[in-house]
């Protein structure tokens, strides 16, 4: 899952400068620009991914090219980006002669001056390099560091794609303190008297637990927002700002990412298996419920805390809960997400298909967690305090 997209793109870049001319090339993709979201959220390295002689630990993001001039050549690199992040002196060995190598440093980031940021900063980065402990020159440019909340899905070079739509899954925190908030509100709810997932066996469980985390949060206050997310539409860099789960809760206010993250957040905590369906200009969650993955179930989070026709038939999962108006305002409009999440995938599931395009995915949250996507803790308070 950890990808380079230096592979899409490093062609259509050019080496940073240098007035002594080194006779090597660095590069930051894609076009210059850095995605702490990108950096900080990938756990390791997919190896068909890499270029070719790739040597090191870091994303490939920020990556040097060498041709090595011995058999076993030392080199030692650093790279510095002041204020926000550098590497380590990183020393590596190349071990065949006349070799294209790609170095790739692991980056060590200011992770509190990279939560400051509200819009791209203009910022300079160098690359120092020594060779069989000799001066090797240095390269110098400037790059424009991305918000953490930033978060680019689909960089396009030609003909040539790259897919980062996994990104969201950074985005779902089943770990933040916001979630223990929920948990708290939707067992005080009186749906429901504990989650226990797929415990039971029982599909009208898992209803009745997702139902409860939809009553909590409506009770909560919080409603949909159509306020437009993008902030890069192509046609090279696609990219969308997702808020973090405390921004979202203490706003009360979603829009549909927003609140897709939200409610798979509390999904994975509890055990149930989620997942995010992106579609032209909008997304949606979707979860299973059965513990083999053969029954999903999709939720349209636009309608969370709307005022809906009444449902004409309780169902299942719901008739042995007591019918107090809220209860039944908040099951009407979770029956009519449920009915509007089932009746947009039917449109689109054609098009779901894998082909990599910047319109169309599924992001399956434990699938990529395996691959190594982990949450972005956006670190703004404790882990209680969604309370």
Sequence with gaps: M??????????????????????????????????????????????????????????????????????????????????FGHSDRFDATLPRANVDYELQP?????????????????????????RDDQ??????????????????????DGADTVDLSWIFAAYVNERDGVVDGVIDAAQAGGIIEHFDGYASTDPDDVYRQVWAIWHALSARGIRYSNA??????????????????????????????????????????????????????HAFIGFYADADAQRAAY????????????TQSVPGFATAISATPQNRFDLDSFAAALAAGRARHARVAGKLDGRHRPDYAVIDIGAARAFGIQPIDDNGSDRRSGR
């Design 299 to 310: 939720l349209e989070t636009t309608l969370l805390g709307a005022s809906v026709a009444r």
């Design 106 to 130: 692991s980056m060590d980031w200011n992770e509190p001056a990279l939560r400051s940021l509200t819009s791209p900063h203009a910022a300079r980065i160098e690359f120092s390099m020594r």
């Design 228 to 281: 437009d997310p993008a902030i890069e539409r192509g046609p090279k860099v696609f990219s969308q700002r997702v808020r973090f789960l405390r921004e979202t809760w203490n706003d009360r206010s979603a829009n549909c990412i927003d609140g897709s993250v939200l409610i798979a957040s509390v999904l994975q905590r509890i055990g149930i298996r989620s997942f995010l369906v992106l579609v032209p200009g």
């Design 135 to 156: 001066s090797a020159g240095t390269l110098a440019d400037s790059v424009t560091i991305h918000p953490l909340d930033e978060a680019l899905y689909f960089v396009r």
């Design 2 to 83: 950890r990808v380079s997209i230096l592979l899409l793109v490093a062609g259509a870049l050019p080496a940073l400068c240098a007035a002594d001319e080194p006779d090597w090339t660095a590069r930051v993709a894609p076009y210059n620009g850095i995605y702490p979201a990108l950096e900080l959220s990938q756990t390791r390295r997919n190896p068909t991914r890499t270029a070719e002689h790739a040597i090191g630990g870091g994303s490939g993001l920020i990556a040097v090219s060498v041709k090595s001039a011995r058999e076993d050549e030392h080199i030692a690199l650093t790279i510095d980006i002041p204020t």
